[in-house]
């Protein structure tokens, strides 16, 4: 198998379970309690959109990788990238919280940059970090929910 195979089974493995992690997290969000106020559930719904955005932004990367596809590739990492700047992204303010965002901005232009480049080597690689960044950047985030919700 050539190292370019290999690297695209990787990045479509990551991908995969990257996709399959932020369903299952979505899906595991506890229903809102009778009685909780439209506001909230208002919230939940536009955060529940906002991260159905990131899939498919996350898609397209991942369909232009597959595909050799280095615009697709472009246009995903852009869109992560505007995204991340987003406040809906910002679920706290620390400084962990701010360095995982910094570590996935600058990894979305170094995607952009192998796109740019058309180095399909380096935008899977890139797009293994970025993806790593977010399993550990969420992991972090339920957290910080966990904790909070445990007084």
């Known amino acids: 198998m050539t190292n370019l195979k290999i690297i695209r089974n990787l990045t479509l493995v990551c991908a995969g379970v990257f996709v399959a992690w932020t369903l299952v997290v979505a899906a595991d ?13 208002q919230s939940k719904k536009d955060l529940s959109h906002f991260m159905r955005l990131k899939l498919d932004a996350s898609s397209k990367l991942l369909e232009g990788l597959a595909m050799e596809d280095f615009a697709l590739i472009k246009e995903g990492a852009k869109e992560l990238n505007a995204m991340s700047t987003a406040e ?16 996935f901005q600058q990894t979305t232009k170094e995607l952009m940059d ?6 399909l080597d380096r935008a899977a690689l890139k797009w293994m970090d970025a993806t790593m960044n977010c399993i550990e950047c969420h992991r ?12």
Do not use: C, H, L
């Not at 919280?97 to 570590?103: H, I, M, Q």
């Not at 192998?114 to 180095?119: G, I, L, S, T």
């Not at 972090?140 to 007084?151: E, H």
């Open 114 to 119: 192998a796109a740019d480049k058309e180095n």
């Open 140 to 151: 972090y985030a339920r957290s910080i929910t966990i904790a909070s919700d445990n007084p």
């Open 88 to 103: 809906k992204w910002r679920v706290t303010n620390d400084a962990v919280y701010r360095n995982f965002s910094g570590e």
């Open 29 to 41: 969000k506890e229903p809102s309690q009778e009685g909780a106020s439209s506001k909230a559930e």
